[in-house]
């Protein structure tokens, strides 16, 4: 077999081109995605899945053998199938072109018991069958996003000469203390004996990337990272990727700009590059979650201190505003609701709140002059509240020792406090979970909706 | 801080554009990789890590107080410093300009007991401070060659329309019997209770990305991958990079075409954008490596079944080739030195060895017609022997269920089998270890030295 096929990308581009022809002979190999006809006539929904949109194959007994129309008749749906067939421009209709079939042969069958039949099934259901919902209008449009996504994160960076570090997933440190982790060994009755060590699952690749900024100036590295929390909401996954740059010379403000850039970047080309797929999901998913983006691309990314914030939220409960945690006082950590109120009532926009209580916040961050907070910042959205977060890092030696002291880090992490003897220097970065992006992206509301093959709690199907 | 500051590879870029002019000011940070002076004039060799090459800085006590050139004179070795200067074309020697000191400072001191000193280090003891050694010329070269290489992956498969596909790293089988899985698990005592599963880390996402390519055609996925082998070799590593391509509508000739096609395009890749680091590496660590690449990249890839390679090696042994594994017979899995060989001695080049006997290949490959071997090929080079591995998959349902249950694969694979019945198609799909290509194209010859923190038996440091 030589693979010189067409793909219905290739059509789409000729005909944006204008060089796509009526009568054009075409060879395709895909599925099928609808097939009704009447006896006379019949439609296909074909996909070979290098667009999201389908073709419309038409099959016409007038042009056909009756064996052929009737092969065509009885394509099953979602079966495999190959197509020989001539274009059709059709530029009065919605669709700018049809194929005419000439000939057609079935590649690969579909038996009865095939779970994903056209008609609407819930995503519960379809979480059960995760290796066949791609094929889904949803799941199709959004795995197209997120490779899209996860590409355009690489192409920032490396348009900016940012150099990509593989963190290491198996480690014997929890970097920041953030939530279980999970224990990873050969034999599960000598857990230490295959690295003479315990180890567990990355939680993140942070501290891993220091020394790479601390040598190449701009680094990131965006890759799994891993979380044993019993926490079943639609929010928290097992596994999922996270992007983390890390940047020399550079403090909390330069943080902030890179963050505002980067999301702004990466936002613009998913609108441009997924253009079909963000209609849908404005129509089906979430009504206006275009607007949603568009606001954020045309919004400045305001600044306002946690202590600002505290003030504010206290005079907003004076002032009759009802929380679920109505009880404000400096040194909280704030909630989702806090922070929805200050990105949605008062800024009306995206915004950074930073200088955070160092209490509530990672022992590698900032001590601010104020001795009591640190330059970290949240990055909060309306619609979602923190959506990312970053810090300067704490470059003092002794401060940061202080600091790993008083929270019983042990020697694991001395190379990490010893980078601040060797030619150390103001570095900062930030951290931003992928999947979550996705979702408020495209508006999914479950993260397991964004996930090839999801993994939480008592969940590991496939 | 306002991060206006130049960096070096700007200077370089503006070389070449015939825009950077004498006397033009620059504000530089950066780290110290040399120093010396004469009471008189000193020279910094300086480095901030967007060039692999130094510049160098020159500090003159005709033009400096003694206050800043006593300063500069003590910069230590491997210190980070901010520094002012101007620029002074040098077209005449080998560095095409220097920047002269008005004012500098230091940034980060370094104590006296920083490892890495200015001299020849064993690479053992570079592995042993893992987190400075990306310092090192070596390592410097070695992660910007990894950080290009890396993006020349998800470049080529991007432009070619590719889906790239985040295949999960915890997963409930070890794919194809592919050695020693480390398990994962919350709790050691009650290693299910998690996810009500025994639960391990992923050896291969082939298995989870077929569904995409029976969707979406074109698909890749890149990502690490585990193995728990007790092989304390130069060449395993416990963790390392995957890139898994699948493609549908194609069978094992469009594959190897795949595989020529991208491994010459990410060659290229590297060579265009890291001269420098490719020179050092042909200069200092494998003398003639970037002929050994250019002549991969000038040869079309030859094509040999495994039955006519065994033929090839018995007619040597006949007459007087020495193999330390010496007995050639059909159906014997090759060894390195028979690999070495066909590629080096008889095709003089880069190959593909195809059709290899079912029995010494995974479940999941083609049945040939003749019942007796597999779609499957090695892609041989000269130095090294394979480099990677592909297959068309098994389509046909009946045939792979016979295989599967042969070798006892339990119902967990019932999803994957499954995709034969549900709008299969021929379909086919390569494996490459990213680490191992990135020894091939560099010259370093443990796995140890090309990973940012590397995972082995008993070693975990970091």
């Not at 439609?43 to 007994?61: P, R, S």
């Not at 005419?100 to 069958?109: R, S």
């Not at 003092?396 to 992490?413: C, F, I, S």
Request: glycine share 6%.
């Amino acid at each position: 077999m030589e693979r010189v096929m067409n793909v219905t990308k290739e059509l789409f581009v000729k005909l944006t081109q204008n060089s796509l022809k009526d009568d054009e002979k075409v060879l395709l190999e895909g599925w099928v995605r609808g097939n009704r006809d009447n006896g006379k006539i019949g439609f296909i929904e074909f996909n070979d899945g290098t667009t999201f949109k389908n073709i419309q194959l038409v099959y016409d007994h007038e042009l056909l053998s009756k064996e052929i129309y009737d092969k065509c008749a009885h394509f099953k749906y979602a079966g495999a199938i190959k197509v020989e067939g001539k274009i059709k421009l059709t530029p009065e209709n919605k669709q700018p072109f049809e194929v005419v079939v000439i000939d057609a042969e079935v590649l690969g069958d579909v038996d009865e018991d095939y779970p994903l039949q056209k008609k609407r099934h819930s995503f519960e259901f379809m979480r059960d069958i995760a290796y066949l919902r791609p094929r889904a209008n949803t799941f199709n449009a959004l795995f197209r996003v997120r490779n899209i996504l996860a590409y355009a994160i690489h192409k920032f960076f490396q348009e900016r000469g940012f150099m990509y570090v593989h963190t290491p997933l198996l480690t014997t440190n929890d970097a920041e203390g953030a939530g279980q982790t999970f224990k990873v060994c050969e034999d599960l009755k000598n857990p230490t004996e295959f690295f003479n060590a315990n180890t567990s699952l990355t939680v993140s690749g942070q501290l891993h990337v220091e020394p790479f900024a601390l040598t190449f100036r701009d680094t990131y590295t965006f890759g799994p990272t891993f979380r044993a929390e019993h926490s079943n909401t639609s929010r928290h996954a097992s596994e999922f990727w996270m992007i983390e740059p890390e940047i020399a010379f550079a403090d909390l403000e330069d943080d902030m700009n890179l963050m505002e850039d980067f999301l702004k970047y990466i936002m613009s080309y998913v609108l441009e590059n997924c253009k079909e797929e963000m209609d849908f999901f404005n129509t089906m998913i979430e009504k206006g979650v275009l607007d949603k983006i568009q606001h954020v691309l045309n919004s400045p990314f305001k600044r306002m201190t946690y202590t600002e914030g505290i003030e504010i939220l206290k005079e907003a409960v004076k002032n009759g505003e009802k929380f679920e945690y109505n009880h404000i006082e400096w040194g909280m950590d704030l909630q989702s609701e806090h922070e929805r109120y200050l990105t949605e009532k008062v800024v009306k926009g995206p915004m950074f709140l930073i200088d955070y209580p160092k209490d509530i916040k990672s022992f590698y961050m900032k001590l601010n002059k104020d001795g009591k907070t640190v330059a970290a910042c949240d990055l909060l959205v309306p619609g979602v509240g923190e959506i990312c977060g970053g810090s300067q890092r704490e470059d003092d030696y002794e401060k940061l020792k202080a600091r790993m002291e008083k929270e019983g880090n042990d020697k694991t992490l001395d190379w990490y406090l010893n980078l601040r003897r060797y030619g150390g220097c103001i570095h900062s970065g930030f951290g931003l979970g992928f999947d979550r992006l996705l979702m408020y992206m495209t508006g999914l509301s479950n993260i397991r909706d964004v996930q090839p093959y999801p993994r939480t709690p008592g969940s590991i199907k496939y």
